[in-house]
């Protein structure tokens, strides 16, 4: 009865009933749990701000908790540099002013000024929130691409997520020896919409070249992204244009905003290709990419704009996968 357990879905969709017994098993019987909301204003307290003027919000059941827990795992993350830590709280538990301006800031950088790196601004923007909110502790594990449990970090919500990013590192980061004409990549695990396989797009455009073609295979059952209906309404746009939509105050949803532009990076600089049964055609479409039925279709497609002889590189598990090219830098 002194335990609260509390869902930190960010703006990702709510876990429904069904859903929450898959994710915490005997758990969901034995303590109080709460799905948290985003948008439900009156659910969430305002902490105060960050040293940049930043509006810290979150849920204010944090007020009542005397040692606030955070549980989850570490993997390579292409706006946050590496998944959990701080992250469980922000965007976790956040209200919505904190996510804006973090997902927005890192839409200004490639994946690779980002992804794999742990030291960026966004990352120490949501430590310092987290430390304001009263997150002291993480526990946190690191898994190999099958789900194989391969350590667990246990500390100071800083020191400890740092130890687990150098694990997951080790688990997660292949070197390439150049960029390829084609990649294939999929989005396992994070597949159920695009608005999570398009992970899968951050881990490929690091190993693709400029021109070549980037093939996203992805099941999507649950199509775009009901959460963030913006993606479909606003559709890809040239990554400045995008900008200049937030700079006139064009947009309401400015994580979902955040994410095309993400998108359009990529899509600005590569063709992209998208296998995917959750997502019509049209929709595949009008968020920028060209669709195919298969994988094999795919391919044909890129090799009539790369060769018949262009290279090939396949990532397998683009959702945890970190490509890196040998020769080339990475910093934030």
């Known amino acids: 009865e002194r335990i609260t357990i509390l869902t930190a879905r960010g703006s990702h969709r709510r876990m429904d009933e069904a859903e929450l017994p898959k994710k915490l098993g005997a758990l969901r019987d034995r303590f109080d749990v709460h799905r948290h909301d985003w948008l439900d204003e009156p659910a969430l307290h305002d902490f105060g701000r960050t ?83 009263g997150l002291r502790y993480i ?33 997660n980061e292949v070197v390439l020896p150049a960029r390829a004409d084609i990649v294939l990549a999929d989005a396992h695990p994070a597949d159920r919409d695009l608005w999570q396989s398009a992970k899968g797009v951050y881990s490929g455009t690091m190993a693709v070249r400029d021109g070549g073609s980037l093939i996203l295979v992805a099941p999507n059952p649950e199509g775009v992204a009901d959460n963030h209906p913006v993606m479909l309404e606003v559709g890809y746009r040239p990554f400045g244009e995008l900008a200049r939509m937030v700079e006139a105050g064009r947009v309401d949803d400015l994580v979902g905003i955040a994410v095309l532009a993400d998108l359009a990076q990529v899509i600005d600089r590569v063709d992209c290709i998208m296998v995917s049964p959750g997502i019509g055609r049209d929709q595949a479409e009008r968020l920028g990419f060209r669709a195919a039925r298969s994988v094999q279709e795919a391919i044909a497609l890129a090799q009539e704009r790369q060769g018949r002889d262009a290279s090939i590189a396949v990532l397998r598990r683009g959702g945890h996968l970190l490509p890196r090219v040998a020769g080339e830098r990475y910093d934030a």
């Open 51 to 133: 040293s940049d003027g930043t509006r810290v919000t979150a849920n204010r059941l944090l007020t009542e908790a005397d040692f606030t827990l955070g549980i989850g795992s570490i993997a390579p993350h292409g706006i946050k540099g590496f998944s959990r830590g701080a992250k469980i709280v922000f965007p976790g538990v956040a209200g919505r002013e904190l996510q804006d301006r973090n997902q927005w800031e890192a839409a200004q950088y490639p994946s690779e000024r980002v992804m794999g790196i742990a030291e960026n601004p966004m990352r120490h923007r949501i430590e310092e929130a987290a430390r304001i909110v």
């Open 139 to 171: 526990v946190t594990r690191v898994s190999d691409g099958t789900g194989r449990l391969v350590g667990c970090l246990a500390g100071d919500v800083v020191s400890a997520h740092r130890a687990g990013c150098r694990l997951s590192l080790k688990i």
